[in-house]
């Protein structure tokens, strides 16, 4: 199993970003997938949930109606679409298999003016 995270990087307060995850070496489409963040100093948070068809979705209060997940199983990969950052969404984010079971090595996404 390989999950491997891009798309981070700095970006100003208000604006937008979108992470990808490419995974290998288990048949996508039959896994629930789910993006973590950890921020310095604090535990890690999940950020938010899809169900291997798609269909289902769900996210942490912190980032309901700003962030987007989303996937491509044609391409093996699952998408987050973060809009209206904060300084207080600067953290390393993660891809999950499931909620856990295996872990990217996670994209930096830093919020400041």
């Known amino acids: 199993v390989q999950l491997v995270e891009s798309g981070g990087g700095l970006v100003q307060p208000g604006g937008s970003l979108r992470l990808s995850c490419l995974a290998s070496?288990?048949?996508?489409?039959?896994?629930?997938m789910t993006w973590y963040r950890q921020a310095p100093g604090k535990e890690r948070e999940l950020v938010a949930g899809?169900?291997?068809?798609?269909?289902?979705?769900h996210y942490a209060d912190s980032v309901k109606g700003r962030f987007t997940i989303s996937r491509d199983n044609a391409k093996n990969t699952v998408y987050l679409r973060m809009n209206s950052l904060k300084p207080e969404d600067t953290a390393v984010y993660y891809c999950?298999?499931?909620?856990?079971?295996?872990w990217g090595q996670g994209t930096q996404v830093t919020v400041s003016s």
């Open positions: 899809i169900s291997s068809s798609g269909a289902g979705t």
């Open positions: 999950t298999r499931g909620t856990g079971e295996f």
């Open positions: 070496g288990f048949t996508f489409s039959t896994y629930a």
